[in-house]
């Protein structure tokens, strides 16, 4: 679990590999995540906008920039949550990925709540140690 909190807007990640969407014959991979957005201020923030940055293991990165996430625009009032799944293809065994959350509070202040940096593992990946 990776966890990281920005203005009382704490974000985890929870990530698993996806045996039965990759072959590694044909170098796809594929991994699930849910994220859980939980709201620990005083406001009640709406999420407006997400960037992503995808990492795979030879160094190439993707940029993914939109608004919301998995159609919707999520509205959190102080105390709650919203969790959703998802999934990310790479051509590689491994990769990493990170990014932010544009939220606007009910005060209109907007802000990037960062995503914490997380690894996309699979069984396939070379171990390195020191």
């Not at 009910?106 to 914490?116: C, L, N, R, S, T």
Request: hydrophobic fraction near 35%; charged fraction near 20%; glycine fraction near 8%.
């Amino acid at each position: 679990m990776y966890s990281t909190i920005t203005r009382d807007i704490q974000i985890t990640v929870l990530t698993e590999f996806v045996p039965e969407r990759s072959d590694a014959d044909e170098s796809s991979f594929f991994w699930a995540y849910t994220v859980e957005i939980a709201n620990q201020s005083d406001l009640t923030v709406q999420l407006t906008g997400r960037h992503w940055k995808i990492t795979d293991a030879n160094g190439k990165l993707e940029e993914v920039q939109g608004p919301g996430i998995v159609g919707e625009q999520p509205v959190l009032k102080p105390g709650e949550t919203f969790r959703y799944t998802s999934g990310c293809p790479l051509t590689t065994p491994s990769g990493i990925m990170t990014g932010s959350y544009r939220m606007v509070t009910e005060k209109g202040d907007v802000f990037e709540a960062a995503i914490p940096v997380f690894s996309l593992d699979s069984p396939f990946s070379r171990q390195v140690l020191n």
